[in-house]
């Protein structure tokens, strides 16, 4: 289960949709981030932390999923590219915990094309989760 988790994981890491969500946010560009924060979370923490044999049930990787989506919501205005991404991305997240079915919630194939509507995140969004 872990290691299915892993590789849908990874593939959710290379979407455009969720390329903000991939590394922790740099707080020397967004100075103001631990003020609305207060513990960052980002997937590559979290795909290490299944590498590494972290989690000890679904509902602890949850809630580290939920951690993600929360702060990109907490720290970004509603209405924002990066709001509406979290938002996007919070469905395909649950379903690599609750079923399974991930490339059904990022809405791509079982040949692995991706999606055509994604487009990649600025670089200064890419920061910022």
Request: aromatic share 8%; proline share 5%.
């Amino acid at each position: 289960e872990r290691q299915r988790v892993a590789s849908g994981l990874k593939v959710v890491i290379e979407c455009p949709a969720a390329e903000i969500f991939v590394l922790p946010v740099d707080t020397r560009v967004f100075a103001d981030y631990l003020s609305y924060v207060t513990l960052p979370m980002s997937l590559s923490q979290i795909l290490k932390r299944l590498e590494n044999e972290y989690y000890r049930s679904p509902s602890a990787l949850e809630s580290d999923f939920d951690l993600v989506v929360r702060n990109a919501l907490v720290f970004n205005k509603p209405g924002s590219k990066d709001f509406d991404l979290a938002n996007r991305v919070s469905p395909v997240l649950t379903s690599l915990v609750s079923n399974g079915d991930w490339m059904a919630a990022m809405g791509q194939s079982a040949s692995g094309n991706a999606p055509k509507e994604g487009k990649a995140a600025s670089s200064k969004a890419s920061a910022k989760a």
